[in-house]
């Protein structure tokens, strides 16, 4: 086999979806939660020390996997479960602040700790997404990128490590109370329209998507097609429901990208960081978990359901984690963008504007 087919980007694609595919069976036949993202992600992840140059993965295959997810999503909102999201509005919010001043602190010691600006302990610990905190440290003078992605790459793998074994094995596995995941039978899910409402379907998920990215949404790829499915949830013939197949090939599209762009092949960096990192987010799942427990019952949810919803973890990898155990995804979406949507236009400005002024401070000090 030549040189130049083994580094063709052709290639590095099929050897990593290869990979990827290995990792998901191979998790699926030990039994482990969440085969077809936790395989991909630790099996890319792993090979990506040894064999980067010949592995490559697509944002594209990332953003299908996140359109299929988020239709999936869409199709659990109801006109029940918004009026439900209303009455969770106080819950949400002062469970994100709860977690958000804990997160400070945590940032703030860790930032003490390892020597770090205010800027890359604060991005680097807050629970808000992966690659919106990245963007937002490229954004801010005093925030080193490369930090911020390790402290949230660290952050990550420790979420989706541990906290689906806590919801599987710890806590109670039942329904939440409003909708749960249905299954469709049929082979691709647009077939569960006619001709017309598929154009139609396809058009409005176009559009959302469209509109998501020219406003710039956080994870248009996911909130478009959300929205599209709500819509039609709501106001259409009801949303589609995603077949077995595609749910797997979007959680194997989505854990391939983790672990093709999740940087933990610095030795010197993982050494320097590791431990004051994972006691922190040991400790935020430790203050979720308990905040879980204390407002499930109030709320009349499912612990588990409560947990999943405020766990620091992303909204897809929680959201995938909550079709795994049948709890209600409304609930689980909603908790997840309340916090994102908290943090980049509430909090991310008093960042900017803190870390501003304590550089103003500094330079004036020099002059």
């Not at 939660?33 to 630790?42: A, D, K, S, T």
């Not at 099996?43 to 996997?65: C, D, E, H, P, Q």
């Not at 949507?341 to 900017?352: D, H, N, V």
Request: hydrophobic share 50%.
């Amino acid at each position: 086999m030549s040189a130049n087919l083994i580094e063709s980007k052709s290639f590095r694609v099929i050897f990593t979806a290869f990979l990827a595919f290995l990792g998901g069976y191979a998790f699926d036949s030990l039994g482990i939660y969440l085969p077809w993202m936790l395989g991909p992600l630790f099996v890319v992840m792993i090979a990506k020390v040894k064999l980067r140059k010949y592995l490559f993965w697509s944002k594209t295959f990332r953003s299908t996997g996140l359109v299929i997810l988020g239709l999936q999503l869409g199709s659990s909102f109801t006109k029940q479960s918004l009026n439900e999201m209303i009455e969770y509005l106080p819950v949400m919010l002062f469970t994100t602040i709860a977690i958000i001043l804990f997160t400070v602190l945590t940032g703030w010691f860790v930032g003490k700790r390892m020597n770090l600006s205010l800027g890359t302990s604060m991005l680097g610990s807050f629970p808000g997404g992966l690659s919106q905190m990245v963007v937002l440290s490229e954004e801010m003078k005093d925030s080193d990128e490369t930090v911020v992605g390790f402290m949230q790459t660290l952050r990550v793998i420790l979420v989706i490590s541990i906290v689906p074994w806590i919801v599987t094995h710890v806590m109670s596995v039942g329904s939440g109370s409003g909708t749960v995941m249905t299954i469709s039978e049929r082979p691709f899910f647009l077939f569960d329209y006619d001709g017309k409402l598929a154009i139609m379907m396809l058009l409005t998920l176009l559009i959302f998507i469209f509109f998501t990215k020219k406003v710039n949404f956080p994870l248009p790829f996911l909130l478009g097609p959300l929205m599209a499915a709500t819509l039609f949830n709501l106001a259409g013939p009801g949303a589609p429901q995603i077949p077995d197949f595609w749910l797997n090939l979007s959680q194997l599209l989505i854990g391939a990208h983790l672990g093709y762009t999740l940087k933990v092949d610095n030795p010197r960096l993982f050494r320097k960081m590791f431990g004051a990192v994972f006691v922190g987010n040991v400790l935020l799942i430790g203050l979720c978990y308990y905040l879980s427990v204390q407002f499930a019952p109030i709320l009349s949810l499912q612990p588990n359901e409560l947990f999943l919803s405020m766990a620091p973890g992303g909204v897809a990898e929680m959201a995938v984690t909550a079709m795994s155990v049948h709890v209600d995804l409304s609930v689980v979406t909603s908790f997840h963008l309340f916090r994102i949507l908290f943090i980049l236009f509430f909090l991310s400005p008093i960042i900017k504007w803190l870390v501003g002024r304590n550089h103003g401070k500094q330079e004036q000090g020099q002059s």
